[in-house]
């Protein structure tokens, strides 16, 4: 298996744009994470979902931020509009059967907002 | 303050030494992991731990419960080994409960 699949790797944008980053996570896991990382504020859990189910949103920042899981092989986090503080680089991850079996973790977006 | 703490923040030592990187929690958990996160940005999951002692290698990941603490330790370090090391914990005994991250330990061998 090819591991977590991110897109893209970097984006650059101008604020008020909209931004989507996409997952492709490991095939059989059915739990898939979305984070973020700042210098700031270290890792931050934003939403995870389970069999294509949004489990816990409690880490989204604001009503800017969706996420969805369309099927068990792709997620989106979108953006809508950006804003220069949501620069950051945006981890997807995935495990199988449990948020806490291992997480194997995609190679991140690194997201700068102009 | 933060329900999962680690220590240091910041860690230099000389290549061989004997590293010791600190996790202390405030919430009930049911397990624990380290992170190890490289200079290029890539997260590796390390250890995931609910009780006692693991090792891997020249890695030894530790976990007291009724303390509340774990310690991730490093024998003989080498300059590969520096990295960001996170600390995570599972609060609660269910399959959906939440993910409490600490902000990491940024250590850095010299050669």
């Known amino acids: 298996d090819a591991g977590v699949i991110q897109s893209p790797r970097h984006e650059v944008t101008e604020m008020g744009q909209e931004v989507t980053l996409r997952c492709k996570p490991i095939?059989?896991?059915?739990?898939l994470f979305w984070y973020r990382q700042t210098m700031m504020r270290g890792l931050e859990l934003l939403i995870y979902?389970?069999?294509?189910?949004?489990?816990?949103d409690s880490g989204m920042p604001e009503d800017r931020f969706s996420a969805k899981m369309p099927n068990a092989s792709f997620s989106t986090l979108k953006i809508q509009p950006s804003e220069p503080r949501d620069s950051a680089v945006y981890f997807c991850a995935s495990s199988f059967s449990d948020t806490y079996n291992e997480q194997f973790f995609g190679p991140g977006t690194r997201l700068t907002v102009l | 303050k933060n329900e999962v703490e680690q220590s240091p923040q910041n860690l230099t030592a000389q290549e061989g030494e004997f590293i010791t990187i600190n996790c202390s929690y405030s919430v009930g958990i049911s397990a624990l992991h380290w992170l190890q996160q490289h200079p290029g940005g890539g997260i590796v999951s390390l250890f995931m731990?609910?009780?006692g002692k693991k090792k891997h290698g020249r890695l030894i990941a530790t976990i007291n419960i009724q303390e509340k603490h774990s310690s991730l330790h490093i024998t003989a370090s080498h300059p590969r080994d520096s990295a960001v090391y996170i600390c995570a914990v599972r609060a609660g005994m269910n399959r959906d409960d939440k993910i409490i991250f600490g902000k990491g330990t940024r250590l850095h061998i010299l050669p």
């Open positions: 095939s059989g896991h059915d739990y």
């Open positions: 979902f389970n069999n294509n189910v949004p489990i816990d």
């Open positions: 731990l609910s009780s």
